[in-house]
């Protein structure tokens, strides 16, 4: 479970903004008996993450560097970790198609669309995180069970691919509580779930509510399942120094944690992890207006000037925003991220956490061996994507790489003919369709395939 962009400040404010609001001094967060240590999070060169890198970091075990997605990265002379020059850009398998392939159900939560670079990095691999047709292309052909998020626009032009295989299309809330099929796509508007500041009441499923039917579906297969789950509007709140959303989309996301926890405690048999990715915005208890008096200020002195606000601030919130600048105790230092050591939380039914301070890779590490699935990220890289001139090194290839969403590569001899197609998951040999259990990805940087390791001619 990931809150984009989320530092410990933000999770105190929302903590205070509740006690204040319900006025219970003793108000807790469903996460706070459940922290454990702190995470730093980076790029492989860079102290300060990103999204896509350090978030494709925690499913396949390697910092990597801006705008990576589920790719070694490059090697770098600033670099903070020992890089291999030779695998750059090379497709890292991720946890979650570990777990497909052992049999698992999969999902994803979030409340940005699918293609974000979040959930993207659960099950797509490109060095570009902005090329969201790519990323949609891989992610629909790697046959996740559950996806709830926003994106009808990526997932549009492959409804009628999806349907074929037997996934219902939900569009609202309605449909979604209506759907008994073990496979889905939820997408609720065109690109994000609007904030939670700025819904009508039922308007949209909330994170929990979608959190809690994705925990109903993928928990029927008896092999168990995968599933991630992220807040990430946190992040875009603390990009746009927006305090009330961003209290008010952690708030959504504590709920979430707490679905998906009490589902833990029942079973006795799933982990949950809860990390950001990075922080955004240095946002603080304190600022200019605290500068002098800051042990007598008030929950009340920090909290009464948001009841002028009534949605998320906008370019046009002028005025608003000059008002907020001038009463709030709040205060920020970027409109970027920021490199803080993050929150770790964990529950374990045998309380079998990781404790003190860790690198990014080192959460991947801890959930690897409380699965026992040791060696198996790399055995499935191994095995899934292998360089197209290591599985045919005695053939010639020919590559189509016109059209980067849908490239292709054949190899022909005397009797054979074979094609891959890029971003799905199937190759045709002679007329016939064989499929995989994995995408094929085609990096062009290196003009490299990266195809199941079996060679079929």
């Known amino acids: 479970m990931i809150p984009d962009g989320c530092s410990i400040s933000l999770v105190s404010l929302s903590r205070y903004y509740e006690q204040w609001r319900t006025g219970d001094p003793n108000f807790s967060l469903a996460i706070d008996p459940y922290f454990c240590g702190l995470v730093r999070s980076t790029c492989s060169n860079a102290p300060i993450g990103d999204s896509a890198p350090t978030g494709s970091c925690y499913f396949n075990g390697q910092p990597a560097q801006k705008g990576n997605i589920g790719i070694y990265p490059q090697k770098t002379d600033q670099d903070l970790y020992e890089i291999d020059s030779s695998r750059a850009y090379f497709p890292l398998a991720t946890l979650m198609e570990v777990a497909k392939l052992e049999g698992k159900s999969t999902g994803i939560v979030a409340t940005s669309q699918f293609t974000h670079a979040t959930p993207a990095s659960t099950s797509a691999h490109y060095y570009d995180r902005n090329a969201e047709e790519i990323i949609a292309k891989q992610m629909v052909y790697n046959h996740i069970d559950v996806v709830l998020a926003g994106g009808t626009k990526y997932l549009q032009p492959h409804i009628e691919y999806l349907t074929s295989r037997g996934y219902d299309i939900v569009r609202t809330k309605e449909e979604l509580n209506q759907t008994q099929s073990l496979k889905y796509w939820g997408v609720f508007d065109s690109i994000n779930i609007p904030y939670f500041i700025d819904q009508k009441d039922g308007e949209f499923p909330s994170l929990a509510e979608m959190t809690q039917k994705a925990i109903e579906t993928l ?24 305090a009330k959303t961003g209290i008010l989309e952690y708030l959504e996301f504590d709920k979430a944690v707490d679905v998906a926890i009490q589902f833990a405690i029942a079973d006795q048999h799933t982990l949950v992890v809860i990390v950001p990715d990075h922080g955004t915005s240095g946002i603080s208890i304190g600022g200019k207006n605290t500068n002098s008096g800051y042990a007598k200020k008030s929950l009340d002195q920090f909290f009464q000037p948001f009841e002028d606000q009534d949605h998320a601030l906008t370019k046009k919130d002028i005025l608003l925003r000059a008002k907020l600048e ?94 891959y197609y890029g971003n799905t998951n199937y190759a045709i040999k002679n007329g016939e369709i064989i499929e995989f259990e ?11 395939f990266f195809i199941p390791n079996q060679r079929q001619m």
């Not at 994995?438 to 490299?448: A, F, M, N, Q």
């Open 219 to 242: 928990s029927q297969n008896d092999q168990g399942f995968f599933l991630m789950v992220e807040g990430s509007l946190i992040d875009w709140a603390m990009h746009n120094l927006d």
């Open 326 to 419: 001038l009463t709030s105790l709040i205060s920020f230092t970027t409109f970027g991220h920021t490199g803080e050591d993050l929150l770790l939380a964990i529950y374990h039914p045998n309380q079998k956490v990781a404790m003190g301070h860790c690198r990014n890779y080192e959460i991947t590490e801890y959930i690897v061996k409380e699965l026992r699935w040791n060696q198996l990220l790399n055995k499935t890289t191994e095995s899934i994507y292998k360089p197209h001139y290591q599985v045919y090194n005695h053939l010639t290839p020919t590559i189509y790489d016109q059209d980067l969403l849908s490239p292709t590569l054949t190899y022909k001899d005397k009797r054979n003919q074979i094609t």
């Open 438 to 448: 994995s995408v094929i990805i085609y990096i062009d940087k290196i003009k490299t």
